[in-house]
């Protein structure tokens, strides 16, 4: 029987102060030669291995920012 282990951190920040900082679920811990792969609690120092994912964050990220300096600079230019 195969189960599965999910868990994600999560923090809001707000004004520079954090208005939430939690972890939810379980991770699981890769095994070494001598060690049983076991699952630990997520908190929100827990650290994942995103692989190349944050890639597509930052691109999104960008396109949004391009997006919204597009609008502002046809507002300002109209004005």
Not at 23 to 28: D, K, N, Y
Not at 37 to 48: A, G, I, L, Y
């Amino acid at each position: 029987m195969s189960t599965v282990d999910s868990g994600l951190s999560v923090s809001v920040v707000h004004a520079g102060q954090p208005l939430l900082v939690r972890g939810f679920g379980s991770a699981r811990l890769e095994a070494d030669s001598d060690v049983v792969d076991r699952s630990v609690p997520v908190t929100e120092k827990t650290k994942f291995a995103i692989a190349s994912l944050s890639k597509a964050f930052t691109a999104t990220l960008i396109g949004i920012l391009l997006k919204d300096q597009e609008k502002r600079f046809v507002f300002l230019s109209a004005g």
